[in-house]
Structure formats: C-alpha cells, structure tokens
C-alpha cells in the first residue's frame, strides 16, 4: 500500500507537459520504423501506448475537480500537450498498420484541441514561457495524423483538412513567437536553457498554482491574438 501511495504522490506531482514523453516516445517509433527497424518501432509504440493511457486514468481521475472550476478556469498552455501526444500516437499507429485505432485518435485529437484551445488561447500575453509553442506544436500534429491518413485512404477532404491545420499551425507559431518571453533562450529551465522550458513549470488544476516566467508582468486577460498590443 505504501508503495502505491508512493507513486499516486509521485504522479500527482508531474507538470502537464509530462505529456510530452508520450510525444517523444510516438515520434520514435515512427523514426525507428522509417530506418528499418521494426522490432524496436512496435516497442516504442507499446510504450507510447501505456504512457498515453496512464495520461487518460489521471485525466479521468482529476475531471470532477476541474468541473468545479467553471468554464473560465485557468489553464496554461503544457495544457494542450495531451492533444500533441494523441495526435503522435495516432500517427505511429497509423503507420505501424492500424488505421482504425489513428482513425479513432484523430477525432479525438481535434475534439480535444477544439475545447482545450479555447481555454488555453485565453491566457496567451506576452513573456510567456517556451510552453506557448504547443499551440503550433499540437494543430502541427492534427495536421501530420490527418495527412497520414489521408494519403494511406486516398482521400481528398481529409488531406484538404490537414492542409488547413497545417496552415493554422503556423499562424499560431506566429502568434508564440510574439508571445515568447525572449529572455527563457539564456534564463529557462532545462539543461541547455532550452527555449521551451518553462520557469517556473506550470500545474494542472488540482497540482498547484500556474505562474508565468520569472519578470512576467500580470496583465489583463485577451482574447487572441493577445500578443501584438
């Protein structure tokens, strides 16, 4: 029991962008499949797996408490990691032969997207943390997930479709890049001063406070594009 006690405490501590070991671990299996080793792609893919459903039963644990909140709750942008790491299963997946389950996982990545960037698209302002690039990062991967798909089915609509979340991609790599605090390039968390660490790390609802970069002033809150006035 102390054990398990152990690792929920452990667990509840993990920033949202943990999330983003589900990314990593996604795009390596699609990189070791690419060079030819087949093997190691499906281990990397059942990992990526495990991972991406321990993220579902701490989500499925933690929504009562995020209801309570209200719609206008604060969520920072590691928020739409889990929509990145969806969409990066579902592309190894669907390269690995399984149509169906990337079918699956891409409706679930856009509804995800849909409803979390809203949210998250609220908070954006300027000297925000490497974090705000998730909003490119996880429409880029919608965009990967659809265009996999698309080619493998043959289907028109759906590469239409990822043609316009690839598009929007970039519109909201514009929109971080005004919003990037410039300063996390030499000061940020990370081994290397990173520019996508966060300072400080951001929490889910229910694991703490979020707090923005170190000589973040609080401004008020806007609707997008925040970040050129």
Same mark, same amino acid.
């Given at each position: 029991m102390s054990g398990t006690s152990a690792l929920r405490t452990w667990w509840s501590q993990r920033p949202p962008?943990?999330? #983003?070991a589900v990314m990593a671990t996604g795009i390596l299996s699609v990189g070791l499949l690419l060079a030819g080793h087949r093997v190691l792609s499906r281990i990397a893919l059942a990992l990526t797996a495990a991972a991406w459903l321990g993220l579902v039963a701490d989500a499925a644990v933690r929504a009562p408490g995020?209801?309570?909140?209200?719609?206008?709750?604060?969520?920072?942008?590691?928020a739409l990691t889990p929509v990145a790491a969806t969409a990066a299963l579902?592309?190894?997946?669907?390269?690995?032969?399984?149509?169906?389950l990337a079918k699956a996982l891409l409706a679930l990545s856009v509804l995800l997207w849909a409803v979390l960037l809203v949210v998250v698209a609220r908070r954006w302002k300027r000297r925000m943390a490497g974090t705000v690039f998730l909003g490119c990062v996880a429409t880029e991967g919608i965009a990967l997930?659809?265009?996999v798909l698309a080619v493998s089915a043959g289907v028109a609509w759906? #590469?239409?479709?990822?043609?316009? *979340?690839?598009?929007?991609?970039?519109?909201?790599?514009?929109?971080?890049?005004?919003? *990037?605090?410039l300063r996390q390039v030499t000061r940020g968390r990370g081994t290397t001063g990173s520019w996508a660490a966060d300072s400080p790390s951001?929490?889910?609802?229910?694991?703490g406070s979020f707090s923005p970069p170190t000589g973040?002033?609080?401004?008020?809150?806007?609707?997008?594009?925040?970040?050129?006035?």
């Open positions: 962008a943990t999330g #983003a995020w209801r309570g909140r209200g719609a206008d709750a604060a969520l920072p942008p590691a579902g592309t190894a997946a669907a390269v690995q032969g399984g149509q169906s997930l659809g265009a759906l #590469a239409h479709t990822a043609l316009v *979340f690839f598009w929007l991609g970039l519109v909201f790599y514009v929109v971080g890049l005004r919003c *990037f605090d951001p929490r889910w609802p229910g694991r973040c002033t609080s401004g008020t809150t806007t609707t997008v594009p925040p970040c050129g006035a």
